[in-house]
């Protein structure tokens, strides 16, 4: 499973960003997806997760409430929306597809390069 994640970019404060995550073969409705993120200096942090039918999702404390993580298994593509972006969300954001343990890294065997997100003040 090769994953692609896009849509990053330098926005400001209080703005909407959606990234998607696209997977290569016929697999991804397998997969449980994930969105973890890393700012410079930091540990890779939990962003937000989705079971591989789509009815379970769960997000990190930080992102709960304006984030919103979905797939279509149709076109095999992970989403996270991002709303009301704060300059603290400035990170790489990661794709991930595991088959459990939603915040967990090490469950997912499968990870994207990273897209850039940079939140100005």
């Known amino acids: 499973v090769q994953l692609q994640a896009f849509g990053g970019g330098l926005v400001q404060a209080g703005d909407s960003l959606r990234l998607s995550c696209a997977t290569s073969?016929?697999?991804?409705?397998?997969?449980?997806m994930a969105w973890f993120r890393q700012a410079p200096g930091k540990e890779r942090e939990f962003v937000a997760a989705i079971s591989w039918s789509g009815g379970s999702t769960y997000h990190g404390e930080s992102v709960k409430g304006r984030f919103a993580i979905s797939r279509d298994n149709a076109k095999n593509t992970a989403y996270l929306q991002m709303n009301s972006l704060k300059p603290e969300d400035t990170a790489v954001y990661y794709c991930?597809?595991?088959?459990?343990?939603?915040?967990?890294?090490?469950?997912?065997?499968?990870w994207g390069q990273g897209t850039l997100v940079t939140v100005s003040s």
């Open positions: 991930a597809a595991g088959v459990g343990g939603h915040a967990n890294p090490i469950a997912y065997k499968y």
């Open positions: 073969g016929r697999t991804f409705s397998s997969y449980n």
